[in-house]
């Protein structure tokens, strides 16, 4: 925590004022308490905070009004408002406006803590080195936007949902939040909403308890407690059946959670970030999904740009992806023929992202002499891409195909360097691939065991 951290409150009750100031001389916080927004202007202009803490009904305005004030003048300083009980609306609205956090009255002091622990690494976390953590790739407008939306909503603790199509980087996206963030010391906990079984599902979010249910032979924590503290990442979030949809909007409005098998809630402490490549607006007109949780998880709205709207990006993802290729398989790196960079300027990458590394791969695996050419990449040139090309708007639905061309491709290259007595060359030949794209396939598939070493 910081030295010297100086706190602003701002409430018209004398006896919440005194009960704030007592909490955080506890944490020994310098604070100075006024009763007005007027009162809480002039001290923004006489000294620095650290934090504002302030009341949403105030007898000259409110709280948001002193929020937007913050934003305008000085946006690094975080704003955690005070609300009625089951003010939730207000909450919202508050976190729209650019409030960090906020918590309800009667003040819960454990949840307080918590709240101003969190604002105080707001500033800290943005002083540490991001050169460590994880990178978005690309340098077009549109995403230096998307870079710098990113670190204003990194400094906040409102749910975000970030919205896009297949394949462009949304979990990306939300690694970047939270590691850029004050929770970036816990966990970040992504969970694929459409894998989990339904008859499971409530045990995987909140836990069970022994002997709740057949199988249940231990206590088990669920994804909630393994997010505590940080953050918990739903990934398509529109496949939810919606009698986990009511469960889910409990928990993240009480920030508690009870296990299956339980009598008492659990209290816990998660910024929850929520992606779907679906239209959730259209999913809750179409009744898939609750407008009363769409509102919750929605607070802002984050868009990640398709591939073909940042065109100018792709030579240097499509550099980042065959050196790493190349690292990866201890190989020499690869370059792009001048017909290969213009055929890939050009397409529109329905895929997204996910695409263009799907299409490098397959062509670091078939190149020779370290240069990938035209016939290498094995696309259409298309402007609008129809078809086949769509299905990849939806990795779900070739997981388990695969999985099965992987488990059968691991069989042939096994059975084939045995009958080579694993000569890697005459095996690449008997299997018609060259010697680079049987290399590949070894360490893929994890198969350039001690083997492997036997002289070609």
Request: glycine share 6%.
């Amino acid at each position: 925590m910081m030295t010297h951290t100086n706190v602003l409150i701002v409430d018209d009750e004398p006896d919440i004022r005194e009960l704030l100031e007592i909490t955080l001389g506890r944490m020994k916080l310098t604070t100075n308490a006024v009763a007005t927004i007027n009162e809480a202007y002039e001290r923004l202009n006489q000294c620095h905070y650290d934090l504002c803490l302030t009341d949403m009904n105030l007898p000259d305005g409110n709280g948001i009004d002193l929020v937007a004030h913050i934003q305008r003048t000085t946006p690094q300083t975080p704003v955690a408002v005070i609300t009625a009980y089951g003010s939730m609306d207000t909450a919202i609205q508050a976190l729209k406006a650019g409030a960090f956090d906020f918590v309800s009255k009667p003040v819960d002091l454990s949840r307080l803590r918590e709240l101003i622990q969190n604002a105080m690494r707001v500033n800290t976390s943005a002083e540490v080195s991001t050169s460590d953590k994880m990178q978005l790739l690309g340098e077009s407008g549109v995403m230096q936007q998307l870079k710098k939306t990113i670190r204003k909503l990194a400094r906040s603790q409102a749910p975000v949902y970030i919205s896009g199509e297949s394949g462009t980087g949304k979990e990306v996206v939300a690694r970047m939040i939270h590691e850029q963030g004050p929770r970036s010391n816990h966990d970040f906990v992504p969970v694929n909403c459409g894998a989990i079984p339904a008859e499971l599902m409530e045990s995987e979010f909140f836990g069970h308890k022994k002997g709740s249910f057949t199988g249940a032979v231990n206590d088990k924590p669920g994804l909630f407690q393994a997010a505590d503290g940080g953050t918990l990442f739903l990934d398509e979030v529109a496949d939810l059946p919606l009698h986990m949809q009511v469960k889910l909007l409990r928990a993240i409005q009480e920030k508690s959670i009870r296990p299956v098998g339980s009598q008492q809630e659990i209290p816990v402490d998660v910024r929850i970030l929520s992606a779907t490549h679906k239209d959730l607006g259209l999913e809750v007109q179409e009744g898939r999904f609750r407008q009363d949780l769409f509102y919750r998880i929605n607070v802002i709205e984050l868009l990640v740009p398709p591939l073909r709207e940042r065109g100018e990006d792709v030579h240097l993802l499509a550099q980042y992806f065959l050196h790493k290729l190349s690292l990866d398989c201890d190989l020499p790196d690869v370059t792009l023929s001048d017909d290969a960079q213009r055929h890939l300027a050009r397409y529109q990458f329905p895929g997204n992202v996910r695409e263009l590394e799907n299409i490098l791969e397959r062509a670091f695996t078939l190149c020779e002499n370290d240069k990938i050419t035209l016939e290498d990449l094995q696309i259409q040139s298309s402007h609008s891409p129809t078809g086949t090309q769509a299905a990849i708007n939806d990795a779900r639905e070739i997981d388990n195909l695969e999985s099965y061309l992987e488990d059968l491709e691991k069989q042939v290259i096994i059975q084939t360097l045995e009958s080579t007595r694993w000569n890697r060359t005459a095996a690449a030949k008997k299997l018609g691939i060259t010697f680079r794209a049987l290399r590949y396939r070894l360490k893929k598939l994890d198969l350039d065991g001690p083997e492997s070493n036997v002289a070609d």
